[in-house]
Nanobody
Framework: QVQVVESGGGLVQPGGSLRLSCAASGSISSIYVMGWYRQAPGKQRELVADISNSGRTNYKDSVKGRFTISRDNGKNTVSLQMNTLKPEDTAVYFC??????????WGQGTQVTVSS
């Protein structure tokens, strides 16, 4: 069984920072991409950032320069450092773990609210 668990969400004022973390555990192997998605009320889930096992990163245009994704391949963890947060970043953030052999795994989501 595979578990993907996110942590680090919360309430922050505009201009503030948060760090999200995600850990994958269980019968999981051959991870090639780990990423963060978000879904705001009434909107579709969208990619925020992802990172391959070789370290190649990909960011949504609106977060470039503000968010940084990183991963630890040995620990099967991925983090998202979010700086200069804006109200439009408010959403539930989900971690996605993509494997070569056994498919994709989603976390349960963590709420990020940016409000004064």
């Amino acid at each position: 069984q595979v578990q993907v668990v996110e942590s680090g969400g919360g309430l922050v004022q505009p201009g503030g920072s948060l760090r999200l973390s995600c850990a994958a555990s269980g019968s999981i192997s051959s991870i090639y991409v780990m990423g963060w998605y978000r879904q705001a009320p009434g909107k579709q889930r969208e990619l925020v950032a992802d990172i391959s096992n070789s370290g190649r990163t990909n960011y949504k245009d609106s977060v470039k320069g503000r968010f940084t994704i990183s991963r630890d391949n040995g620990k099967n963890t991925v983090s998202l450092q979010m700086n200069t947060l804006k109200p439009e970043d408010t959403a539930v953030y989900f971690c996605l773990v993509q494997t070569v052999l056994t498919g994709d795994y989603w976390g349960q989501g963590t709420q990020v609210t940016v409000s004064s």
